[in-house]
């Protein structure tokens, strides 16, 4: 069956980086549209990035010049590179997979403070 595994998180300073991987397996990656959402408890999950088929990026307002979403079709991988992290970034992130159906990860806790 499709599974989505993510790594990655973890604890880091106020301006800090970190890169997420989202792992999958059961499913012909290159066909599906990947994105990173994050949701903090009692919140919304809130849309992150997205990576079309073709390589296509978008991204939240908050996100754009510092995160970028990237995939390796060959290791069936996304990735999210976040840089100059911020505290209002602390959330779970979770990768979602669509192509007919959609698909969720686990998610990963990611927490910036000092």
């Known amino acids: 069956q499709v599974q989505l595994v993510e790594s990655g998180g973890g604890l880091v300073q106020p301006g800090g980086s970190l890169r997420l991987s989202c792992e999958t397996s059961?499913?012909?990656?290159?066909?599906?549209?990947m994105a990173w959402y994050r949701q903090v408890p009692g919140k919304a999950r809130e849309w992150v990035a997205r990576?079309?088929?073709?390589?296509?990026?978008n991204y939240v307002v908050s996100a754009k010049g510092r995160f970028t979403i990237s995939r390796d079709n060959a290791k069936n991988t996304v990735y999210l590179q976040m840089n100059s992290l911020k505290p209002e970034d602390t959330a779970v992130y979770y990768c979602?997979?669509?192509?007919?159906?959609?698909?969720w990860g686990q998610g990963t806790q990611v927490t910036v403070s000092s």
């Open positions: 059961g499913m012909i990656f290159s066909s599906y549209v």
């Open positions: 979602q997979a669509i192509y007919l159906r959609i698909y």
């Open positions: 990576i079309s088929t073709g390589g296509t990026t």
